[in-house]
């Protein structure tokens, strides 16, 4: 079972970032699908952001565009998502997701959790003064 694993949240002020680590194993997932969802107290889980296949197409949620920024650094195994400018709002569970590799890969809806095969434990973000 491939495990990844979410680090970097915290306690921020708003106005505040801070930058999520999704580390993955090895080179299986280097050309992957990934993305990011979060899940607020008593909220359903919620697209923020993805790319698909060999990290094309990127996809942000309206919420967060032009404030998150994802990306990946395949020779640390890690996908990113460098929040800035952060507001109450965007207190959450934040999860990591990637798609299983596939021999003939067709582009995913990023947007939607029933493509993703893989999800991390989470790491929590609140935003507070």
């Known amino acids: 079972q491939v495990q990844l694993v979410e680090s970097g949240g915290g306690l921020v002020p708003p106005g505040g970032s801070l930058k999520l680590s999704c580390a993955y194993p090895?080179?299986?997932?280097?050309?992957?699908?990934m993305g990011w969802f979060r899940q607020a107290p008593g909220k359903e889980r919620e697209f923020v952001a993805g790319?698909?296949?060999?990290?094309?197409?990127?996809v942000y949620a309206d919420s967060v565009r032009g404030r998150f920024t994802i990306s990946r650094d395949n020779t640390k195994n890690t996908v990113y998502l460098q929040m800035d400018s952060l507001k109450p709002d965007d207190t959450a569970v934040y999860y990591c997701a990637a798609v299983k590799p596939r021999d003939s890969p067709r582009p995913i809806l990023v947007q939607y959790d029933y493509e993703y095969d893989y999800w991390g434990q989470g790491t929590q973000v609140t935003v507070s003064s």
């Open positions: 090895g080179r299986s997932l280097s050309n992957s699908a």
């Open positions: 790319f698909n296949w060999y990290g094309k197409n990127i």
